[in-house]
């Protein structure tokens, strides 16, 4: 008789501490008491409504705030243990920056899209299990966004928090392993080294473009403002090529002609098999788009093979 009240004391206690985060997310710092919950405590409560407060968190305007209230309540350990481990990782003797704090940082400057919140909250999981120390004394963590997505797949299994919304949990997945990609961009990338970044990202790109943006935090202005201006450079020559490619073909007109003198090829269905796969070259980055018509008779000419010729 005894195990209905214990499970309802488990849920109001959990309860307790999500509507404490909520509250530090959505109006700053909470001056409740702090309830330190269990596992079975947050096992009482059911997943959706689980999902439900740590939406608001995430959220809130005070995110930050709200994330600290889900660490001295014991949720964060209980629920998100990968998340946890960066709660001081990187500091000190290793003369690199809190990972936690950082984290924090990033959710508080992201867009208030709940898919690059929750990506701005795992991008840098994989820190944790990467870290290494070069004889220099240099930090790196080689591979984290790979490790990260990794282990955002085994948190999600066991935790099952996007299973009802498989398009977030795709996204925030993405997020994590594309987020460096962005911030590799130096202003010498070609034409079809843009294009081919816009393609791979895919529907994805903006929610990317700004999670690179928010994941910006040094303290010298400077450095923040060349960071972010790279950024945005990256996103204006995506635009300006995209109108581009929507006013102009990839291939130049008399394409099909000249392949036909050069390789006596007389109209028919093959030429536009050649075309077709031609511009399928030029869309992967292979070629670039709208050269002389002789480039790609050229090109053609050298993979006769791979064109059936």
């Not at 946890?84 to 984290?103: L, P």
């Not at 945005?232 to 109108?243: H, T």
């Amino acid at each position: 008789m005894a195990e209905p009240s214990v499970s309802s004391a488990d849920r109001d206690r959990a309860v307790g501490a999500l509507e404490r985060a909520v509250f530090a997310a959505e109006r700053g710092l909470a001056d409740r008491p702090v309830v330190v919950v269990s596992a079975s405590d947050l096992a009482a409560v059911p997943r959706e409504n689980l999902r439900a407060c740590l939406d608001r968190v995430m959220m809130g305007d005070h995110p930050d705030e709200g994330l600290d209230a889900l660490l001295v309540t014991g949720v964060l350990d209980r629920l998100l243990p990968e998340v946890k481990a960066m709660v001081g990782f990187g500091d000190g003797e290793w003369r690199h920056k809190d990972v936690w704090k950082h984290t924090k940082q990033v959710v508080a400057q992201s867009v208030q899209r709940l898919e690059v919140r929750y990506a701005a909250l795992f991008h840098d999981i994989g820190k944790v299990k990467t870290r290494s120390i070069s004889p220099d004394g240099e930090v790196h963590f080689f591979g984290h966004a790979e490790v990260g997505a990794r282990m955002f797949d085994k948190l999600e299994r066991r935790e099952h928090l996007f299973s009802v919304d498989e398009s977030l949990r795709s996204s925030i997945r993405f997020l994590v392993l594309h987020h460096l990609r962005a911030s590799q961009y130096d202003g010498k990338w070609t034409d079809s080294a843009v294009r081919r970044f816009a393609r791979e990202i895919g529907p994805h790109l903006e929610d990317l473009l700004c999670l690179s943006r928010a994941d910006i935090t040094t303290k010298r202005p400077e450095k923040k403002r060349r960071g972010i201006s790279m950024i945005d450079e990256l996103s204006g020559r995506i635009g300006v090529l995209a109108a581009e490619d929507e006013k102009e073909p990839p291939l130049p007109t008399g394409v099909g002609n000249e392949l036909m003198s050069a390789f006596g090829l007389p109209p028919s269905r093959k030429i536009g098999d050649i075309k077709r796969a031609l511009e399928a070259a030029i869309e992967s980055g292979e070629l670039e788009p709208r050269m002389e018509s002789s480039a790609y008779v050229e090109f053609v000419g050298q993979n006769r093979a791979r064109f059936g010729i």
